[in-house]
């Protein structure tokens, strides 16, 4: 399933005449194993050591590249570092209140509020993220045992 996300993400980049590094690659692939929402520091720290030359502003780039593309989403949390999120259908996410950990959620899409709250507001909508925030099983364990 993996290689399928890949070689259709690549398969995108070479249609934007966008060519296919290393390191972009790696880059990408990373984004499409991980499930926990790296910063661009969390990858550049996994790549490093397979890539000695590469700088944390090429993964920068190539994010931000990949966010302009649309197959990555920067999810921004206040002053925190901003997360990065391979998407390849509408999701939602539970956070960890305590850890962090950030869980994809699968809910189907929230269009009818979209069209509601333009109609409300005369705002033209032209995208949403909900986010749910709690404690992960793992973290009310802990609490429960302290």
């Not at 899409?109 to 005369?122: F, H, I, M, P």
Request: charged share 25%.
């Amino acid at each position: 399933m993996t290689s399928d996300k890949v070689t259709h993400a690549v398969a995108e980049l070479k249609r934007s005449d966008i060519r296919i590094t290393p390191q972009r690659y790696a880059i990408l692939e990373y984004l499409i194993d991980s499930d926990n929402h790296p910063t661009a520091d969390e990858i550049y720290q996994a790549l490093v050591s397979r890539f000695p030359n590469m700088s944390v502003a090429t993964v920068y780039n190539n994010l931000r590249l990949f966010t302009k593309i649309g197959f990555v989403k920067e999810m921004a949390y206040g002053d925190a570092s901003s997360r990065f999120d391979f998407t390849s259908q509408q999701h939602y996410h539970a956070i960890c209140e305590s850890c962090g950990k950030i869980v994809d959620t699968f809910y189907p899409g929230l269009e009818d509020v979209e069209v509601a709250v333009e109609k409300l507001t005369g705002f033209q909508i032209t995208e949403h993220r909900m986010e749910l925030y709690g404690l992960c099983p793992e973290c009310q364990k802990r609490l429960e045992n302290e």
